[in-house]
């Protein structure tokens, strides 16, 4: 393997791993909406 192939394969990894955690935490760090907590709530009743 040639040291060209050996940057590229390290680079390419390194941004999907920089990617992945960084919508991990996106998604884990958003906040819960606030939801009714039955339907009867949402009746126009």
Do not use: W
């Not at 941004?15 to 991990?24: K, R």
Request: aromatic share 8%.
């Amino acid at each position: 393997m040639t040291t060209s192939a050996l940057i590229m394969i390290i680079l390419t990894q390194g941004t999907v791993i920089a990617a992945t955690i960084y919508f991990f935490r996106k998604v884990l760090k958003t906040p819960d909406k606030s939801e009714p907590d039955s339907y009867s709530d949402n009746d126009p009743v």
